[in-house]
Structure formats: structure tokens, C-alpha cells
């Protein structure tokens, strides 16, 4: 769906007056500190955010699936719904594919039909984590760490046709993420497993071009709750590093035991060169995929500051990121979500780009500790978001994207246009 130009502007105004001077008093305290604020809307409007084709419909838990009415039930109709994000946003200018979640049946009209909405297409996701109808071999005990050498093949050969449909769209990584672990001490012998794990990524490894990333996420635990084949960065960075300089490691939020110092294993991977992708999400307690910057929004201020200095320090030619949210909820709706997401992802970025790099590199060197800790409370108490308005009222977004959303009665359409019942793939 496309919103008429005037809609927005029409919205917008209601807030034109307030945005002006708000935006005018920050850039005059930016301006006094010596931080220029038309390079800061720069960065924010250049930085993009790849959107998953499946979150765009209501997830389940294991326990129940609530659906939100005006899902949408074909790729056709997530590019859409991705491109209605990317118009309100100006921030989601990629969709990031889950196969066989979705499958293009026309990759070309589906190239097509995603740049008429200014959309590209980001890393294609593989799945064997779950059985397809008429699949032939069960990934129940496992998919490229299968005991099983057909078994294993099988989820070789499905990772070699996810390249090759992501080659005919455009995209330029492939994101492996393995469930395959165990629920019981003595289940898997670790050794072995990782073994063979390793040689299956090293035979879809060959199968990814030249200008392709392979990216390698690690989870702890979920969906087995003993031991997990690539449960963390440093088994995920040992086999990235096994297989070859295309080989990354992707960091998901969610994806770490509570408490870790996520913000420091970025900067490590960074300064290693092998940062390939993030997913972003929030959570309270594991992988619970709640809204971008809704329980630890410090956290993500860290750790874009580590991105930031990384990106500004890299002798190691860390590649530029894929970046992508991750999340399905079965409570929000799931566009007002991305939305609220992109938003925390702009204003975490934003206070991070506020950092003065070089009087904290000085602070550090006296051990000034007391310094540093008010450099990084300087910029994130500083209140951002005019800067991140202001980008996406320049390419023609929302002010208050959510707000046009609601006001449009957006979802109200989509469920004229799709039904109460549609229902999105995914989990
Ligand atoms: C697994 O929890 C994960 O983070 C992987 O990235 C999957 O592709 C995705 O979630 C599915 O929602
Ligand atoms: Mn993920």
C-alpha cells in the first residue's frame, strides 16, 4: 500500500510548528558543542534497516496464535507492507526473506515489484529447522549436524537453493541459523557434532559468490535446552573463521544469557573484521523478541557506540553490517511495532553518533573514569529525537509515523483488502 504524498504531509503539519522550533533549539545546543547537526540528519537518513518477510504478520507462541486481522498472505503483499513501512519511515529500505516461508515464483516481478516500493532485498534466510510438507528426511534430531550423511545433504542442497534464489533478487548474504542442539546430557557427542556441522557449512560455503557474506548465528539454547551446536559467538567466529574470509558472525540480541556484555563481543567481532549482521529485538529474559529498545535501551546506546567507533576505526576492513530487525510478536500489531522499533534503532544510533570519540579516548587514558561515565551520559540523556524526525521528514516520511498510521486507519484497510482470517507464513 502507498499513502498519497499529501496524506503525510497533511499529518505532518499538525506538528510542523512544534517540530521546527524543537529541532531548531537542539541544533543550536549541537551547534555549541561542535557537532554538526546536517552531518548527523545525513547519517540518520542513510542508515537502513533490513525488515524479515516474517514479521509482518501476528507470531505465535507455543501456546496460542492471536491474528490481527489484514495479514498478509502472500510475498506480494509483505513487500507491500514493507514498502507502506519504508514510505511512513524512510528507514526500512530492505526486506530480508525466510525460505520456504517465501518462495518467489517470479524472482524477476519480484525484484521488480519490491524497487517500485524503493525496497532491495537483503541476506535470504535458510530454514531446517522446521519439516516441510513432503519433505523427505526429518530435521528432528538435527539438520548439518545430522548423524545422518542423506539427512545432512538434504539441508546442504536446501541452503545451496536459498543462494540461488537470493541471487535472482539481489541479495548479497546468506543467514544460516542452526537449531540443532540437544535436550539431554548424552544426546550428542559435542565433538563430533560440531564436526560434522562444520564440513556441511564448508559445502554450502563453496556455493556462496564472490560478492556474498555467509553469516552464522548462535543462539544458547531454544529449541534444545541442553546444548546447542553454535551456541555462542565464539563457536560461531571459530567456524567463520574455519570456513574463510566470506564468513561472518551475525550477533541477534536475543540471543545471549541474561546479563551478557553484548556490547563488548560487538566490539571484539568488529575489530576481528568478522561483524557480518545483527538482528535486533529486546528481551527481558531469553529470546522473547520484544520492541527494539522497550527493556534495555542503554544497552543498545552501547552498543551502537562500539559500532560507531568501530565503523570510524577499521583498519580491519570490517565489511558494512547487515542490519535487520527480528521479532514477532502475537500481542502488537506487527506494523505499529516495526515502526516503534525503527524509531529506538534511529534514536540508539543517533545519541551513539553524539559521542565525543576523541575527549573519551583521552578521558580513558587518564583513567578518568568519572569523565568517560559523563561522556556516554551526555549524549544519551540528550534528547535525539527531533534529529531523527527531521530524517524522515526530509525524504518525505512521517513525523509521527505510527500516529499517520492509526489516523489513515491503515490496518482497518488491509483487513477490507485481506480478510480478518488472512494469515501470514512463518512461525
Ligand atoms: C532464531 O531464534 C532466529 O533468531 C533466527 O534468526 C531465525 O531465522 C529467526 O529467529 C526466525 O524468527
Ligand atoms: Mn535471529
Known sequence: MIIPASNIGELNDLHQQNHTIQYANLKNDLELKGIDPEALVKQLIDYQVAIPSWALGAGGTRFARFSIGGEPSTLEEKIKDVGLLHQLTQSAGSISLHIPWDIPEDPLATKELASSYFLAFDAVNSNTFQDQSGQRHSYKFGSLCHQNP????????????????????????LTVWLADGSSFPGQHNFRKALDRTAKSLQSIYQYIPED??????????????????????????????????????????????????????VATLHSQGKLGGFHFNDSKYSDDDLSVGSIKPYQLFLIFNELVFGIDHNPQNNPDIAWMIDASHNLKDPLEDLMQSLDQIMIAYAKALLV???????????????????????????????????????????????????????????IKERGKESKASGL
Not at 368 to 381: G, K, R, S
Not at 403 to 410: I, P, Q
Open 150 to 173: 542423506t539427512v545432512r545433504e538434504q539441508a546442504i542442497n536446501h541452503n545451496i537453493e536459498v543462494i540461488e534464489i537470493g541471487k535472482k533478487l539481489g541479495s548479497q548474504a
Open 212 to 265: 556474498w557474506a555467509m553469516l552464522i548465528e548462535y543462539k544458547p539454547y531454544e529449541p534444545y535446552f541442553y546444548s546447542m551446536v553454535i551456541p555462542d559467538w565464539g563457536t560461531s567466529l571459530l567456524l567463520a573463521n574455519q570456513l574463510g574470509d566470506q564468513a561472518y558472525t551475525l550477533v541477534d540480541l536475543g540471543h545471549h544469557l541474561p546479563n551478557t556484555n553484548i556490547e563488548q563481543i
Open 356 to 414: 565525543n570519540q576523541s575527549t573519551l579516548a583521552e578521558a580513558q587514558a587518564l583513567n578518568d573514569i568519572t569523565f568517560c561515565q559523563f561522556i556516554l551520559n551526555e549524549a544519551y540523556q540528550t534528547d535525539v529525537r527531533p534529529l531523527v524526525r527531521e530524517s524522515r521528514l526530509r525524504n518525505g516520511g512521517a513525523l509521527y509515523p505510527v500516529e499517520v498510521y492509526r489516523k489513515l486507519g491503515v490496518r482497518d484497510q488491509l
